[in-house]
């Protein structure tokens, strides 16, 4: 992150907040003119600092109210089966986030689905049904306390 100084910290926490806002809207929050300010997010986005512009949207409000984690160990460690059920987890639009980790499980899933019968037909029909898994275990999320997809950028670089 040593490409970025304070005002660039500034424009992307700016943008985490609101990705609608314009170039001068922008410009006035980190105190730029309007030029300077869209250059440097061009500049964020051309360096891979801004990946996209997403609009969030609210899973309760759209009858998504699931949440489970589901931790995977597999049978198999090598590449080749790492790689294929990377790949294959990449086709199921229920599972919204997917990670290696480190202990005695390999992987671990987010999955939202709408409700229990949901998750269930699709624990059973797809994700209990691909090769290579040797243990698998469900939790379902109660209560959510706090959920935000802004990273926790310092402006005291």
């Not at 250059?39 to 899973?59: H, P, T, Y």
């Not at 294959?88 to 390999?106: A, L, S």
């Amino acid at each position: 992150m040593n490409e970025l100084d304070n005002i660039d910290i500034l424009l992307l926490k700016q943008l985490q907040e609101d990705a609608s806002l314009t170039a001068q809207d922008l410009a006035g929050k980190v105190n730029l003119s309007t030029s300077p300010c869209w250059r440097r997010i061009n500049r964020l986005e051309k360096d891979g600092f801004i990946k996209q512009r997403v609009a969030l949207l609210d899973s309760q409000k759209l009858g998504m109210q699931m949440i489970t984690f589901v931790s995977i160990s597999l049978s198999k460690n090598d590449e080749n089966s790492l790689e294929m059920f990377e790949e294959q987890v990449q086709k199921f639009p229920e599972i919204v986030e997917c990670y290696t980790v480190t202990g005695t499980m390999d992987y671990f899933l987010k999955i939202i689905t709408r409700d229990i019968q949901h998750f269930e037909r699709f624990l059973r029909k797809h994700l209990a049904q691909l090769p290579l898994i040797r243990e698998m275990h469900s939790n379902v999320a109660v209560t959510q306390i706090k959920y935000s997809t802004e990273l926790p950028l310092d402006t005291q670089m």
